[in-house]
């Protein structure tokens, strides 16, 4: 077991030296033979066997899955911004709350919520829309107030002689 065994260098490259058995070691055995695997038994043949039966019913329960209610949170968040913001706020909670309501499976509330985000987002847009009025009157009677007081004091000044106090 000592004789290594030599092989033909190839071209190019020296011949290769083996290693040196190592001390204190007892030397190698070759691998014992492996036992192969048993031979394989087939499947047993398909018998196919016809069962004449009764048809049945089959009764199919198909659960309507209702569609979520509108939020109307385009339209709270636009009374918010626009219109008047205590009411828009109240409306954007209203409408967030149609969503986790409807997806807690909770359609009647998700309904009760929609509405009430609709009522007050009207709320809110016709609040925007008479203060917006309101606001507009009030600037139109003090521009006109304010004008004619100008014009009244102009009058009474109009024998004013300027040229005593030089």
């Known amino acids: 077991m000592d004789t290594e065994k030599s092989y033909p260098p190839e071209q190019g490259y020296p011949p290769q030296q083996g290693y040196p058995p190592q001390q204190g070691y007892p030397p190698q055995q070759g691998y014992p033979p492996q036992q192969g695997y048993p031979p394989q038994q087939g499947y047993p043949p398909a018998t196919a066997q016809y069962n004449p039966t009764a048809p049945t019913q089959t009764v199919i329960v198909r659960q309507t899955q209702a569609t979520q209610p509108n939020d109307y949170l385009a339209f709270a968040i636009f009374v918010t911004i626009c219109c008047c913001l205590p009411l828009g706020i109240v409306a954007i909670v209203q409408a967030t709350n149609v969503r986790s309501r409807f997806a807690s499976g909770d359609v009647a509330g998700a309904e009760e919520a929609s509405r009430s985000a609709k009522c007050w987002s009207i709320a809110g847009l016709v609040t925007g829309i008479v203060l917006e ?33 030089k």
């Open 133 to 165: 009025v309101i606001g507009v009157i009030i600037i139109i009677i003090y521009v006109v107030f304010i004008v004619s007081v100008a014009t009244s004091v102009a009058d009474g000044l109009d024998g004013f002689d300027f040229d005593y106090y």
